[in-house]
């Protein structure tokens, strides 16, 4: 059984930038795809970027690509999303998932994080 522990939330304004973590606590996140996403206030759970287990190929959601990136560290079994030129529609919880193929869906993901708070104020 995985693990996930994500941190680097906090509360940042409009186009700062905030790098988020997602540590394996049990288990080695090495041979598995990862997933980012977020869930607003009052919204459902979306997708934000996914990642194989190698790095090689990665995917993103339209409303964050050009600004996140998603990379991983094999040998610390971590993962990370560093955000930039960050928006107040960025403001939600951010979960990291694990699973075993690179997915925009949620329901493929098999472990989750506790989630960490991003806001970002105009």
């Known amino acids: 059984q995985v693990q996930l522990v994500e941190s680097g939330g906090g509360s940042v304004q409009a186009g700062d930038s905030l790098k988020l973590s997602c540590a394996a606590s049990?288990?080695?996140?090495?041979?598995?795809?990862l997933g980012w996403f977020r869930q607003a206030p009052g919204k459902e759970r979306e997708f934000v970027a996914t990642?194989?287990?190698?790095?090689?190929?990665?995917n993103y959601a339209d409303s964050v690509k050009g600004r996140f990136t998603i990379s991983r560290d094999n040998a610390k079994s971590t993962m990370y999303l560093q955000m930039n030129s960050l928006k107040p529609e960025d403001t939600a919880v951010y979960y990291c998932?694990?699973?075993?193929?690179?997915?925009?869906?949620?329901?493929?993901?098999?472990?989750w994080g506790q989630g960490t708070q991003v806001t970002v104020s105009s």
């Open positions: 990642i194989d287990w190698s790095g090689a190929h990665t």
């Open positions: 049990r288990g080695t996140l090495s041979n598995l795809a």
């Open positions: 998932a694990s699973g075993s193929a690179v997915s925009a869906a949620a329901f493929t993901y098999k472990y």
